[in-house]
Each structure stands twice: as structure tokens, then as C-alpha cells.
């Protein structure tokens, strides 16, 4: 396998992990890739390795730049094995490299691969590698404590590690290779599943750059930023305030079709007040993809019907999934059908009040089959959310 000359000395070569379709729950309908970089001044430099079974593809893409037992240094921007799996075998071949990484890195390499010849370096250290002095920057929390970027200011090139990737297994390498959109959706998924949590971190390492001439932002997962900087920090920007679009999200699912007769009256009546309305089952949308419609999404709305007193574990499981991710300024509504008793439109209510979640309207629920009235009740309750929406009173 060859590697890709990005610039002059900064070579990509990570591996491409073209049938990933399942990355610890994220399902990764595209792939992804690995990036691993190398830098060969008068010392070398690999920035991050890839997952351990991918480590021979990797190899192959150094081996055709340089003999690997030159390599001086191997940076770890992140612990998570998919960057630092193959760090062992690489010190096996490149017995000289030192493991240049984070304090909180070295605590947690050391958890996985034991004691290693590390090198720690904290923010505003810089290393020396010839005509480069790199720089470090501690990103702690995007997205694990660890996590941190390396700067070369003489090829104004940021490898922020997990900041800015997506989940793409392409040939392309950089972001005017292929169309923006789906680099952009790719992105905003990666945030919303895996950053959305630490928005006021993000704040705080986009702070940390901000005064960094950029000219490429090399990412571990997917394409390398090049032509659309702007764009990306712009998107970083909206995602880490939490700034959201005049838009609602219906979420639900239903054993026997009532609930969702009352989630397609509820979008009748958004749709009537002029809001964009996504509409999503959770037995048929992964809810990594549901995910993606929340981060920009004002109004989440999530009907459930009652089982055993509670709602339907599809429900139960999304919502789990939303309250770690922690998305800030929405409103809720929770609305749904039971036959005898409370559970799962209080429930979903419930999980809306631990969210913090904006609740102007009470939930909405109804005994078995929803009749006319109910329906048109629901529409006009989404008619007045929508209302309330397009006010400045709601967020
Ligand atoms: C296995 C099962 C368990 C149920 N448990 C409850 C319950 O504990 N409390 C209740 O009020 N209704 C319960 N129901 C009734 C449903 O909530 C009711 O049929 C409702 O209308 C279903 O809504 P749906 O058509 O959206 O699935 C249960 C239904 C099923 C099939």
C-alpha cells in the first residue's frame, strides 16, 4: 500500500477500514478510516498508529516513504485503540521511538499497554524535530481526557486527532474531492455522537487554535480539511454553543399503530405552523442517525406507549443514549398511548425534566386507539408548539 504526500515531509499513512459498519454501537453506514501521519524532517515523527489488525496495512504505507527503524518519535493524540493499537508492534519495528503524549495519556497508555518509553509533554511544549518545532495543545474531554493536538507551525498543519473527523473510508483524502455534503453530514454525525456532550470543552480547544494559521486540519477518522477550514470551524463553533435551527425532531415507535397516528398528527400541525419536521421511528432509524436530526433540532418531541408501566425499551434505549449526549437548550414534548395506567409518555416526561429540557406543553397521551377528536387535538397541539417555537419565548 503507498502512501499520500499531503505536503512536503507530511505524509498520510493510515489505513482504510472500508466494511466498518458498527463502530462501538455507531453505525458507520460509510466506513471510516484510520489516519496515521508521518513527518520526515531530521527526525521522524508518526503522528498516532491505527486499529491493531490494521497495523500491516499501515506498516506497508510507511515502508514506502522510509524504513520504519528511523522513526524517532510516535505522538499519541488519543489512548482509544483505535489510534493507539498498534503502538506496541510499531516499538517493536522502530525500537528507538519515544511516545511522545498527554500526562493524562501516559496514564491511560499505561492501563492498556503497561509501562512504554514515554515521553509527556503538556500545552505550549514544543518539540524540535529539525526545520519543525511542533507544538502541543491539550484538548481534555474532546472526547476523551487525553485527547490532544499537535500543531507545525512551519506547514501550518493541525492533526487534532478525533476533533473535526467523520466516520468516511474513501480514496480521497481531502474535502474538495468530494461533495461537501456528505463530509459535512458525516461531521455533524461524529459531533452529535461523539462530542456533543463536551460542548463548553469544545469551546475551550477551539479557543486554544484560534490564533493558529491553518492551512490543513488533518483529522484521525476520515478527510483532511483543506479547502472548507472555515466551514468546519464555523459548524464547531454553532455545535459546541449549542445553537440550534427552527427545526423539530418527532421521535417515537408504537406496538400497534396508535402512537403512531398521534406522531403524524403531531407533524401535521408543525407543518401547518411552518416548522421543518423530521419524522423518525426508532425501530427502523439507528439511533445514531436519530442523534444527527437532535443536534440541530429545537423541538424534540418522543412518543412512546406504555408496556409493563414503562415505555418501549426502543424508547428507553434512545433516550438513555440522548441524556449521556446531554444536548443543551431544546424543548421536549412527550406524548404516546396506554391502555390502563401511567408509563411511557411520563416516563419520556420524566427524562425530559432530568435533560433540563424546555417543557411549555404538558404531555399528550391517549387510552388505546386515538379517535378523531384526539387527533385533531394533537394536530393543534403541534400547531401551537410551532407557535410557541417561532416565538422568542421558547428556545
Ligand atoms: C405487552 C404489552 C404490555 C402492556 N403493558 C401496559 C401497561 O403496563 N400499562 C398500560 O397502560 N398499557 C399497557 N399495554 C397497552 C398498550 O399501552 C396499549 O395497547 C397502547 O394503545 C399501545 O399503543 P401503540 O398502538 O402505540 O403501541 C401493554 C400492551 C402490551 C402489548
Not at 113 to 129: A, H, M, S
Not at 335 to 350: I, L, T
Not at 362 to 385: C, H, I, S, W
Request: charged residues 25%; glycine residues 8%; aromatic residues 10%.
Amino acid at each position: 500500500m503507498k502512501h499520500r504526500e499531503l505536503k512536503p515531509e507530511i505524509f498520510w499513512v493510515g489505513a482504510i477500514d472500508w466494511n466498518l459498519r458498527n463502530f462501538h454501537g455507531y453505525e458507520t453506514r460509510r466506513g471510516s478510516t484510520y489516519n496515521a501521519y508521518l513527518v520526515v524532517d531530521e527526525k521522524v515523527v508518526l503522528i498516532d498508529t491505527v486499529k491493531e489488525h490494521f497495523f500491516p496495512e499501515m506498516l506497508s504505507r510507511i515502508k514506502s516513504v522510509i524504513d520504519p527503524q528511523k522513526i524517532d518519535y510516535i505522538i499519541s493524540g488519543h489512548v482509544e485503540m483505535d489510534h493507539s493499537g498498534s503502538l506496541p508492534a510499531m516499538l517493536k519495528l522502530a525500537p528507538r521511538a519515544k511516545i511522545i503524549t498527554s500526562p493524562a495519556g501516559e496514564r491511560g497508555l499505561k492501563k492498556h499497554f503497561g509501562e512504554l518509553p514515554y515521553q509527556v509533554v503538556k500545552t505550549g511544549d514544543t518539540l524540535n524535530i529539525g526545520k519543525r518545532n511542533l507544538q502541543f495543545v491539550e484538548i481534555p474531554m474532546v472526547h476523551w481526557p487525553d485527547s490532544m493536538v499537535t500543531y507545525s507551525p512551519q506547514d501550518r498543519v493541525l492533526f487534532p486527532n478525533d476533533a473535526f473527523g467523520q466516520h468516511i473510508a474513501s480514496f480521497e483524502r481531502f474535502d474538495g474531492q468530494m461533495p461537501l455534503n456528505i463530509i459535512t453530514e458525516e461531521a455533524a454525525k461524529y459531533y452529535a455522537n461523539i462530542v456533543l456532550r463536551y460542548g463548553s470543552q469544545v469551546e475551550k480547544a477551539l479557543n486554544a487554535v484560534s490564533s493558529l494559521e491553518i492551512e490543513m486540519i488533518a483529522p484521525s477518522h476520515g478527510i483532511i480539511w483543506k479547502t472548507h477550514i472555515e466551514k468546519i470551524l464555523k459548524l464547531y463553533w454553532k455545535w459546541a454553543k449549542y445553537e440550534t435551527e427552527l427545526r423539530a425532531l418527532i421521535a417515537y415507535d408504537t406496538m400497534w399503530g396508535s402512537t403512531e397516528k398521534l406522531a403524524f398528527a403531531l407533524y401535521e400541525g408543525l407543518e401547518q405552523a411552518g416548522i421543518p419536521t423530521t419524522l423518525r421511528k426508532l425501530s427502523t432509524t439507528h439511533i445514531t442517525d436519530v442523534m444527527t436530526d437532535v443536534l440541530e433540532s429545537r423541538l424534540i418531541a418522543i412518543g412512546s406507549p406504555t408496556i409493563n408501566q414503562d415505555m418501549l425499551p426502543t424508547v428507553g434505549g434512545f433516550l438513555t443514549y440522548l441524556r449521556g449526549l446531554a444536548p443543551r437548550k431544546r424543548t421536549g414534548f412527550a406524548f404516546g398511548s396506554y391502555g390502563w395506567g401511567k408509563g411511557g409518555p411520563e416516563r419520556v416526561e420524566e427524562m425530559f425534566k432530568e435533560m433540563k429540557f424546555n417543557l411549555p406543553v404538558a404531555l399528550f397521551k391517549v387510552q388505546y386507539l386515538p379517535t378523531d377528536d384526539d387527533l385533531e387535538n394533537m394536530r393543534q397541539v403541534g400547531e401551537k408548539l410551532g407557535t410557541l417555537l417561532q416565538s422568542t419565548s421558547i428556545s
